[in-house]
């Protein structure tokens, strides 16, 4: 390989590295945020394993790509062949993972549908029970985003274990009572009325439309991210093993 065209794919590489080091850097900083958010989207991934499972993957693709990066930079600089093929092997490795990754997101989106909270819900709440982690979960959820259910209050009709530990004396849980602020330490307006079923004590909007709107934005956002750094590894492979093939 031409000199000229050998210094052209050592800095090509080297900048396709750097984005993949910023790439890593900011999907660290996503499932850092995720997992310490104070405005309650840690309690909606624990609600289900499947997402906390995503934000593991999340971190540990963040902090291998952090790493892949920098060992890339590294190789380009020094022109190091050994260091090129084995950055070559492990960001295949990480792009096969990733691709898979997204495979399986796709197979299980239907987990994440309105009908499957739903019917999650109907089934599994039992109210003010704190020590159930997924009733414990959706009350933190319905208080920090000052919603009622999946779809609305209408959803505890259906709500078979909470009817039954309720005795048909609550319409809705107290986790759907609106406050002063709309906090976990926010003060009930009325308790009593609440409980009843009035609904101007009651939180009427469902939480799938509140969060879905909260987040829409940073989804897509993560789906374009996770898109462009795609298409960066494939390119930094293909200038990994012209510049591996043209050092001497």
């Known amino acids: 390989m031409e000199g000229d065209c050998l210094s052209c794919m050592k800095y090509l590489m080297f900048v396709f590295n750097f984005l993949i080091f910023l790439g890593g850097t900011c999907l660290l900083g996503v499932g850092i945020w995720v997992m310490v958010d104070p405005t309650g989207f840690r309690e909606i991934i624990a609600a289900n394993p499947l997402l906390l499972t995503g934000v593991y993957i999340l971190l540990a693709m963040g902090g291998l790509l952090f790493l892949l990066g920098f060992l890339g930079c590294c190789g380009a600089v020094r022109e190091n062949k050994c260091l090129l093929l084995f950055f070559f092997l492990f960001i295949l490795i990480i792009f096969l993972a990733e691709l898979s990754a997204a495979i399986l997101a796709f197979i ?32 933190s959820v319905m208080i920090t985003f000052g919603c009622c259910g999946v779809n609305g209050p209408e959803d505890f009709k259906l709500a078979s274990v909470f009817r039954l530990l309720s005795l048909d004396s609550e319409e809705v849980p107290e986790a759907c009572c609106q406050r002063e602020p709309q906090a976990r330490d926010g ?34 956002l993560a789906g374009a991210l996770a898109i462009g750094v795609l298409a960066i590894e494939l390119f930094v492979m293909i200038f990994a093993m012209c510049l591996f093939r043209g050092i001497q």
């Open 108 to 139: 299980f989106r239907e987990n994440l549908t309105r009908e499957f909270f739903t019917k999650e819900l109907t089934k599994h709440y039992q109210g003010s029970n704190d020590t159930d982690v997924f009733s414990a979960t959706w009350n």
């Open 187 to 220: 003060v009930l307006l009325s308790r009593e009325d609440c409980l009843l079923g009035q609904s101007q004590f009651i939180n009427k909007q469902g939480c799938y439309s509140v969060i879905l709107n909260a987040f829409e934005t940073y989804v897509y």
